[in-house]
């Protein structure tokens, strides 16, 4: 599987970013997708992902502020970010989790940079 993501960019606080992830080669058995993100001296985190099911997960503090969704047709994920921090600057990976006869994998996008500051 490969996944390119695209979308970021500099932001003012306050502002909006929508980062698509386009996934392709061998997508069956696609089932969560979502983001990741890593600041400057920080691990990465996950910030969002939604399973094949719909079911989504998003880290406290972007609750009320990220959507994640899918195109399952195009195997796309998408995240729009509203009202944007300086906290949420970060480069932003694009991950995908495979299942194949009972095995799992981890796909891992390029990264995005978001930069939010005035």
């Known amino acids: 599987v490969q996944l390119q993501a695209s979308g970021g960019g500099l932001v003012q606080p306050g502002g909006s970013l929508r980062l698509s992830c386009a996934a392709s080669g061998s997508t069956f058995g696609i089932r969560a997708m979502g983001w990741y993100r890593q600041a400057p001296g920080k691990q990465r985190e996950l910030v969002a992902d939604m399973t094949s099911s719909d079911v989504t997960d998003y880290v406290d503090s972007v609750k009320g502020r990220f959507t994640i969704s899918r195109d399952n047709d195009k195997n796309m994920v998408y995240l729009q970010m509203n009202s944007l921090k300086p906290e949420d600057t970060a480069v932003y990976y694009c991950?995908?989790?495979?299942?194949?006869?009972?095995?799992?994998?981890?796909?891992w996008g390029q990264g995005t940079q978001v930069t939010v500051s005035s």
């Open positions: 991950h995908v989790v495979r299942k194949v006869f009972s095995r799992e994998r981890e796909y």
